[in-house]
């Protein structure tokens, strides 16, 4: 075999391993697009965040999640209930990665909660 064959063969694997990188969502148009209506989960919790401006789903403890939302500048911004218990209104920084979307609180400057896109 050719060294350049090789090389390129090798080269494909190694990109062909490489994890995506995440991309964030800095706009309604996109969130509407890759996020909205889908069912996302997250261990035992799911949640759908729907176009209309509205959130519901099953939490953790198995009690409801209801809320709305809004699109503000580059955030995900929500107020909801979970399990009979009022969330502070929050505004996250929201980036996909292959099925995965991760919602981070605090404009970008809290913990991030990963979620499954089924």
Same mark, same amino acid.
């Given at each position: ?8 063969? /090798? ?12 991309? $964030? ?9 890759? /996020?909205?209506?889908?069912?996302? =989960? $997250? ?49 996250? =920084?929201?980036? +996909? ?15 991030? =909660? +990963?979620?499954?896109?089924?």
């Amino acid at each position: 075999m050719n060294i350049r064959l090789c090389a390129c063969v /090798i080269a494909g694997l190694t990109l062909a391993a490489a994890p995506a990188l995440a991309e $964030e969502i800095t706009n309604k148009e996109q969130f509407l697009e890759m /996020i909205a209506g889908k069912k996302l =989960v $997250e261990k035992n919790a799911w949640v759908v965040i729907a176009r209309n401006g509205t959130v519901h789903g099953r939490g953790p403890k198995n009690g409801d999640i209801v809320g709305e939302w809004k699109w503000k500048g580059r955030y995900y911004c929500r107020d909801i209930i979970i399990d009979n218990e009022t969330l502070p209104h929050d505004c996250q =920084v929201v980036t +996909v990665n292959g099925n995965s979307v991760a919602f981070t609180h605090n404009e970008g400057k809290g913990i991030s =909660v +990963v979620w499954t896109v089924e």
